[in-house]
């Protein structure tokens, strides 16, 4: 039946990672853009919400919530709305614990979700993207080939978080190519000791946005990995069920940086006076605020009528799919009519504006790089 | 907690609608828009004598006019419900849609203003005997989107209302005042001094001399529906014609008006979404048919200039849709939703206009011919980002609500 509601328990969720995000985050942002370090209290303090283990079942040492991609876009544009690029670092162990919580075999749960259960933030992550301006999700050029009992993986991956500190990497590769999504296959990486044979991790990623997250290019040249590293065992994963939720929560961050940068206009636009009064109450200004409210509150729809599909089990590869190109779309117009609306102010670093425009522009450019 | 799902009950009786679409309207669809002031006489009675109309009259609100059995057994969100089978019914013909017999606009005022007396004494007609419209005078040639700038006056005659001045746009003011035993209800001000606060909806009756349809519109699009100008020329009607309360207060009565398109503006997006629908439902049967695959999924930039196209008009139509959803589902649970309504007409509005106008253009020389109906819905689709408020009214509506400014700050 028709909800727009959200649970108590999200409503919850929402405002005390929002309050965190809108605070601390928010604080954070700026200077780590600048630098490129993301703080490491601030990591320590966003992973005592339970990010992930919250959803990993008790007998591992997690909190046993049901998982829900619903909750999961509220959490990710809260965060995003604090800084995109710090949601993506503090979200990038999803990357790696909720494939394996929702699709391993007992033997890969019991193995790797206890990591993501302690005090400290768990880095790990996933390489999906490859580096080709045709990239693309159902036809990847890594590929997985069967090797005796094993898999011998070879490609190249770009915009891999945090995997310079990550152990544990989930590679995507084709396994069956021409196949779409149904060829795709993920593969767990230990690199112990940054020794893993055959994985190179590159020297940092320097994007035009993102910069506070760490990402970097990840060569397979030869890479064995043991059968059992196969993410699912014999049945494999549903890859894309995967991207779905990837989609849902990318874009719902892209939401949380539009809405950031709205209310910083629309707030600007009250104080700024120019020919004696304030500049929104210019219809010219009063517009553009009006369409980016319309435009936050119709991605947020498209992309929770998509997380609720999937919440019910259902195939949501349209729904998501559509929503994070709607929102690719939709948060870049937002974040630069911002920009635009400051003028020669949105455009200094002195104001975060052109920071959320430089990071809207990645959802058109990226997929995968955020699960649910 | 967050769902989009409708229930099997709400789905198995718009499939209702849905045969009344494909059965009773499509097939008249192309006739009636050629022959614009032609009445399908065959269609107004069935629509009439159907049960479905329960649901089709718009305004006309079954529980509280006493006819609660039918009402029963309806869905509990009453408004989503109204949007969803507007949808479904636009699909089939919007311009069809606004000609069909009801209380129209008429009956949303008489609800919205009326007391429960005048509810009954006005609204009893739209359930029996013959067909019957109600329809709303507001717009004046002085003053269309500004509608508290209406120059038409009622002067106050013993027991009468005294009314002169002129309406336009009136829609379905032809089958309302003259071409059946149903009313108008206009918009008149009884003391220009009060502004807005002086302008009250009065009920007249049809064929109340004084009361003349000097013209009927000839429009680009919804050419079912009749546009009437109508002039009241010392139109005399009765004192209790005049709803609600005949006192000037600074605040109330005119607000309270405006409040009545919280409830309309999601309907006539509906309106929208349901010609926008139809179009984007004819452009991907023909795509099927030429063997043209749209493919979900892969990287947006290996997609074809067609693929992007129809994925686009998809999505923009479910975003209109879901903002509408929320605007009806909001005054279903009494919640103030004027800054969603307006949104979901000024995003369906706009995003039907441009749907449409992209399925013609797709389709090239098929989307423009008068054989298909694709070019006939594009027509069609214009109005919904005019009426109602355009375009840029509710834009307006919408920044006032999000800045917290009055109509003095921004307009």
């Known amino acids: ?372 | 907690m967050i769902d989009f799902e409708l229930e099997p009950q709400v789905v198995n009786r718009l499939k209702m609608y849905r045969m009344v679409s494909e059965q009773m309207m499509r097939p008249i669809s192309r006739d009636c828009d050629e022959h614009e002031h032609v009445k399908p006489t065959q269609f107004y009675e069935s629509m009439w004598s159907a049960s479905a109309m329960a649901e089709v009259q718009v305004g006309n609100d079954k529980d509280k006019a006493g006819d609660g059995a039918k009402a029963d057994a309806g869905p509990k969100l009453r408004n989503l419900y109204t949007v969803l089978s507007t949808e479904e019914l636009c699909w089939g013909d919007a311009g069809l849609f606004l000609s069909t017999p009801n209380a129209g606009l008429g009956g949303a005022a008489v609800m919205a203003a009326g007391t429960a007396e005048q509810k009954e004494r006005f609204l009893k007609r739209f359930r029996e005997g013959k067909p019957k419209w109600g329809a709303m005078a507001i717009t004046e040639p002085g003053c269309g989107s500004d509608s508290a700038a209406v120059t038409t006056t009622a002067t106050r005659d013993g027991d009468h209302w005294v009314i002169n001045g002129t309406k336009i746009f009136c829609t379905a003011g032809e089958m309302a005042a003259e071409k059946s035993e149903g009313f108008v209800v206009v918009w008149a001000t009884v003391d220009k001094s009060a502004g807005r606060a002086g302008i009250k909806p009065f009920v007249v009756e049809h064929n109340t001399p004084g009361m003349d349809v000097v013209r009927v519109e000839n429009k680009l699009g919804i050419r079912a529906s009749d546009t009437a100008a109508i002039v009241f020329d010392n139109c005399r009607v009765p004192f209790d014609h005049l709803l609600g309360s005949a006192e000037v207060k600074r605040e109330g009565g005119f607000k309270d008006v405006m409040a009545t398109f919280d409830a309309t503006r999601p309907i006539v997006a509906a309106m929208a979404i349901g010609v926008g629908r139809a179009a984007l439902d004819f452009v991907r049967d023909f795509l099927k048919e030429q063997k043209v695959a749209i493919r979900y999924g892969i990287s947006p930039r290996r997609l074809t200039t067609i693929e992007r196209d129809f994925m686009e008009m998809e999505v923009q139509l479910q975003a209109a849709r879901l903002l509408t959803w929320r605007a009806a589902w909001m005054l279903d649970l009494g919640k103030r939703n004027s800054l969603e309504a307006s949104m979901a007409k000024a995003k369906a509005g706009l995003a039907v206009t441009l749907i449409t106008q992209k399925a013609v253009e797709l389709l090239g020389p098929i989307g423009y011919s008068r054989k298909h109906l694709v070019e006939k819905w594009m027509r069609d689709a214009k109005i919904n980002d005019i009426f109602e408020g355009t375009q840029q009214i509710n834009m307006i509506i919408i920044a006032r609500r999000i800045l917290g400014y009055s109509s003095k700050e921004l307009n």
């Not at chain 1, 591992?60 to 509220?74: H, K, L, P, Q």
């Not at chain 1, 425009?357 to 058109?364: D, K, S, Y």
């Open chain 1, 1 to 372: 039946m028709i909800d727009f509601e959200l649970s108590e328990e999200q409503q919850m969720i929402r405002d005390s990672v929002g309050g965190f995000a809108r605070e601390e985050i928010r604080a954070a942002a700026r200077p780590a853009d600048e630098s490129g370090i993301i703080p490491p209290e601030l990591v320590a303090k966003a992973w005592q919400f339970g990010l992930v283990s919250g959803a990993i079942p008790e007998q591992f040492g997690g909190g046993g919530d049901a998982r829900s991609a619903v909750t999961g876009a509220i959490v990710a544009e809260e965060l995003a709305f604090g800084d995109f690029a710090i949601a993506l670092h503090v979200l990038a162990p999803r990357l790696f614990a909720f494939p394996i919580l929702e699709m391993g075999t007992d033997e890969q749960r019991a193995k790797f979700l206890k990591h993501f259960c302690g005090a400290d933030f768990a880095a790990a992550t996933a390489a999906i993207m490859e580096p080709r301006f045709d990239f693309d999700l159902t036809a990847m050029q890594t590929i997985a080939k069967r090797d005796g009992a094993g898999f011998i993986l070879d490609g190249i991956k770009c915009n891999v978080p945090l995997a310079s500190e990550s152990n544990n990497i989930l590679v995507y590769a084709a396994t069956d190519a021409g196949k779409g999504f149904a060829g795709v296959d993920a593969f767990i990486i230990n690199r112990n000791a940054r020794d893993a044979p055959g994985v190179t991790i590159s020297e940092r990623e320097k994007n035009m946005g993102l910069k506070a997250l760490a990402t970097y290019e990840l060569t397979l040249n030869d890479c064995r990995v043991d059968a059992d590293a196969r993410l699912g065992g014999d049945k494999g994963i549903d890859f894309s069920r995967l991207m779905s939720e990837s989609r849902v929560a990318f874009a719902a961050m892209g939401v949380g940086v539009a809405n950031a940068a709205y209310e910083y206009a629309r707030d600007y636009a009250k104080e700024r006076k120019a020919f004696g009064v304030p500049i929104a109450t210019k219809q010219a200004i009063a517009f553009i605020l009006a369409d980016m409210a319309i435009e936050i509150d119709a991605s947020r729809l498209l992309i929770w009528e998509a997380a609720a599909k999937l919440d019910k089990g259902g195939d949501a590869l349209k729904e998501s799919y559509l929503a994070k190109n709607y929102v690719a779309a939709s948060a870049l117009k937002i974040t630069d009519n911002a920009v635009q609306v400051l003028g020669g102010h949105g455009y200094i670093r002195e104001h975060p504006v052109e920071m959320w425009l430089r990071n809207a522009r990645g959802l058109a450019a990226i997929d995968g790089i955020a699960t649910v």
